[in-house]
């Protein structure tokens, strides 16, 4: 098992930046994918970006493409989320979550550690 803890969330108008970090401990981090999720009230927790194990390999959802990167520093078992440009329908928590699994992975049910979540909160 995987201990995750998000930091970096917080109000920002839109247009701004924010950078979402989450620091892992327990298991080895560096053999797993991982990903960031977000949930907004009233509807259902949604894949924003995933990364496999050693980072050369990524996924960022249509709605954050070319504005969010993922990144990952295996050395300091911490994951990124580099945030830009961002438009108040960001809004929400936003997750960290790690895999059972080496390779990018797209299906929330194939992650099994989660931290306790980061808000985010773009006003126009």
């Known amino acids: 098992q995987v201990q995750l803890v998000e930091s970096g969330g917080g109000l920002v108008q839109a247009g701004g930046s924010l950078r979402l970090s989450c620091a892992a401990s327990?298991?080895?981090?560096?053999?797993?994918?991982m990903g960031w999720f977000r949930q907004a009230p009233g509807k259902e927790r949604e894949l924003v970006a995933a990364i496999n194990w050693s980072g050369g390999s990524r996924y960022h959802a249509d709605s954050v493409k070319g504005r969010f990167t993922i990144s990952r520093d295996n050395a300091k078992n911490t994951m990124y989320l580099q945030m830009n440009s961002l438009k108040p329908e960001d809004t929400a928590v936003y997750y960290c979550?790690?895999?059972?699994?080496?390779?990018?992975?797209?299906?929330?049910?194939?992650?099994?550690?989660w931290g306790q979540g980061t808000q985010v909160t773009v006003s126009s």
């Open positions: 979550a790690s895999s059972g699994y080496t390779m990018v992975q797209l299906d929330l049910l194939l992650y099994n550690d």
């Open positions: 327990g298991r080895t981090f560096s053999s797993h994918a």
